[in-house]
């Protein structure tokens, strides 16, 4: 599974794999990550992780000397680490109250609402990586039954904590923001906190499991919403 | 060396002003854009000419009608887009202006370029936020500025004089048409009659520009799919399955799922920051070495 390397920009680098998303392939991803910084680091501003993508922004041009130690590190092999055990389990309420969309996608789809929660909570999802929004996690594991094309016409608002399907992908969104994907629930945990460093709790690699709970018990945790278990 | 503060006042402006440096570098991985300044080039300029520390924050102009009040010593630079500059009423041509408190500058209408920048002697002083002190919706406060809001500054009595630095510094550079570009991931995706439209038509700038992307008027009609989510940075152009072209800036989101067709080049991303909509540009391609 070696990626192949291509230039996309004067100081951009991407190491690509063919691959589907799995985690056999985001083992390779944040294998090849941290062999990158440790040892070509130092020329390293940012590294960006995607589903098949490890993109690195450098602080100066790459040149031929620069290329060649890419091209090197390139040919070295790398063993594939094991990933992280850790399971962060993120209350959400699945009530109408608080998904908007639940109601349009349980018809459309012909699954009931309790199918739908079941559905969503069973499988416990792989965390890729970040993007879209600060501290959005880019989940891999959506049950096939519910993935549900993105809105054509996306909602101008959506609210922080809003738990969504976009797709074949499911997703928190950690801050307002316009969006086309279905909102299903809410969850009264913060998953980005600027004044934090790191202002996330989770990392790529790591695992994401959703608890159904109450209207009540949204309630009661929005006033404290920092009350994560992990399995350690 | 005490440092006391002193205030600008905003008494006017329209939507699109705001603090920024040169950015959150190295936060990508948890989502966070870069932002900073829309036009490096003329940032660095202006710090330049204050004699600031690189990263210095300024205030960033996005419209006329913007005027505000200092109630400290300082002295101010502009720079970017060329606008009429009045102070206490005054128009001066100065980039270099003294300021006594009490003093009042207005930004009135821009002769050419889009952006103006504001500098001030050691920099504006609002608060850090993971490592930058540029203003992004959600991360810091407020993502811009409005009447009444007050940015704070170190005051100091400098001994620089008021100077017309524009002959060292020619604003003609923004008038580019050529944005230099680099082709992208998914480029070669592309069609020969698409690389031919790119490569060899004007492009419109629409009014759908913002510090997040600038969005072209003319479609580029395409057969390529949308991609798995990957890595963007601020210079990426975007090609939508509807044809549309988007060019991401400094406060594009990190990563998306369209293909990345070029990359513009930093000198590139300044000039094109500088444009208005109804302006058009011409993508010439850069080989890599």
Known sequence: ?232 | MIRDIGFLEILKTNPGTSVQDLGRIGLGHWGVPISGVMDQRSFEWINHLLKNKPNAAILEILQPGFKCRFDSYTTIGLSGAKAEIRKNGELTSFNLIKIVPGDELEIGKFLSGSIVYLGISQGFQIEVILSSRSNYPKITKRGMLSKGDKVPFFTTQSLAEETFASVRLKTTWFEESILEVYPGPDFESLSNDNKTQLLNSKFTISTLANRMAFQLEELLPNSIPERLTAPVFPGTVQLTSGGKLLILMRDAQVTGGYPRILQLTEGSLDILAQKKPSQQVKFQLKKFD
């Open chain 1, 1 to 232: 599974m070696r990626p192949s390397l291509r230039q996309i920009g004067s100081n951009l680098i991407e190491l690509y794999w063919d691959e589907k998303p799995n985690d056999l392939l985001l083992q390779h991803i944040l294998s090849w990550e941290l062999a990158i910084a440790l040892q070509l680091g130092t020329e390293v501003l940012e590294i960006r992780k995607g589903f098949q993508t490890l993109t690195c922004m450098l602080r100066s041009d790459l040149n031929p000397d620069s290329q060649r130690r890419w091209k090197a590190l390139l040919q070295s092999n790398i063993n594939a680490l094991p990933l992280p055990e850790k399971v962060w389990e993120i209350p959400v309420c699945y009530d109408q109250e608080l998904g908007k969309d639940l109601n349009a996608l349980s018809k459309s789809k012909s699954i009931s609402f309790e199918d739908v929660i079941n559905l969503h909570t069973i499988p416990i999802y792989r965390i890729h990586f970040f993007g879209f929004l600060p501290g959005f996690m880019y989940l891999n594991g959506l049950d096939p039954a519910l993935h549900f094309p993105r809105k054509s016409v996306p909602d101008r608002k959506i609210e922080p904590g809003s738990v969504a399907i976009g797709g074949a992908q499911t997703g928190i969104y950690p801050n307002e923001s316009p969006g086309g994907w279905h909102v299903i629930g809410k969850t009264p945990t913060i998953l980005f906190d600027q004044n934090e460093n790191p202002p996330v709790f989770a990392k790529p690699g790591e695992r994401i499991k959703f608890l159904s709970i109450s209207l009540e018990e949204f309630y009661c945790l929005s006033k404290d919403s920092k009350p994560l278990k992990s399995n350690d």
